[in-house]
């Protein structure tokens, strides 16, 4: 790698892969340690095409659900089985990995903004500015579809397609728009846990032995040129476990 080789976004990735490192170190503890993260599936993350995967998931904090995909992915690459277990496995870290976050939500603070650098793609959320919900929505910024096209055409996507932090909130059409358009491989993770132990941004550890669980599943089945919208987003409910139905069976926190 070229000490000043960028990344499509024109970030240097020998400065991304030591942020990777740095906070990798750092924040393992947080699911080894005080905390354990139990998980499933690890496997599938090695069968995986180098690019156009779109990782969709539940979301429970802001940073520390994406913190925990990073340790999980980069280890289950390195050939940990369904563990994080010796953080060495950071030491070469896959570089082609991104994340969607909302612009707002990035820009609040020096650390948000250094995390940026690691992979974030900001987007301008429709239906929430200044930290509440809009009941005039936003046109949707062109440059932010855009943007996830060329991370999807270079490596990992990982979407919280839900677009907020709390459970069984509808999942936003947008991500099946990005699936029908793209035709990534799309591939479901549920995790728990995350609120229990650490506070609403995930950068403060609330509660210790918490066991977190992260479950990875096989990739789902979609007809991208049949399958409609609607078809598409209540796949991606009931598999990363937030349809209205689940209600019934997993209790709320």
């Known amino acids: ?121 900001t987007v301008e959320r429709t239906w929430r500015a200044d930290g509440k919900d809009v009941t005039e929505k936003r046109d949707v910024n062109p440059n932010d579809t855009e943007n996830i096209k060329i991370a999807l055409n270079d490596g990992w996507v990982i979407t919280f397609p839900q677009g907020t932090t709390k459970s069984f909130k509808p999942v936003r059409k947008g991500t099946a728009h990005i699936i029908k358009q793209h035709k990534p491989i799309v591939v479901p993770i549920v995790i728990d846990g995350f609120r229990r132990s650490f506070d609403k941004k995930g950068l403060r550890m609330k509660k210790k032995n918490i066991l977190q669980s992260f479950i990875i599943k096989e990739p789902l089945v979609i007809d991208y040129e049949n399958d409609t919208i609607d078809q598409i987003v209540e796949q991606i409910e009931y598999a990363i476990q937030q349809h209205p139905s689940f209600l019934k069976v997993i209790p709320t926190e």
Not at 33 to 38: A, D, M, V, Y
Not at 67 to 95: C, D, Q
Request: proline share 3%.
């Open 1 to 121: 790698m070229g000490l000043f080789k960028r990344n499509p976004f024109g970030h240097i990735l020998f400065i991304k892969k030591w942020l990777i490192r740095i906070f990798g170190c750092i924040t393992h503890r947080r699911y080894r340690g005080f905390n354990e993260l139990q998980i499933e599936g690890s496997h599938i993350i090695r069968e995986l095409p180098d690019k156009n995967v779109l990782f969709i998931s539940n979301h429970q904090t802001y940073f520390a659900d994406v913190v925990a995909m990073f340790h999980v992915f980069n280890a289950s690459l390195s050939g940990r089985e369904n563990t994080i277990k010796n953080v060495g496995y950071i030491w070469r870290p896959k570089m082609n990995i991104y994340y969607v976050a909302a612009s707002e939500t990035m820009k609040a603070g020096l650390l948000p903004r250094i995390l940026s650098y690691v992979g974030a793609i």
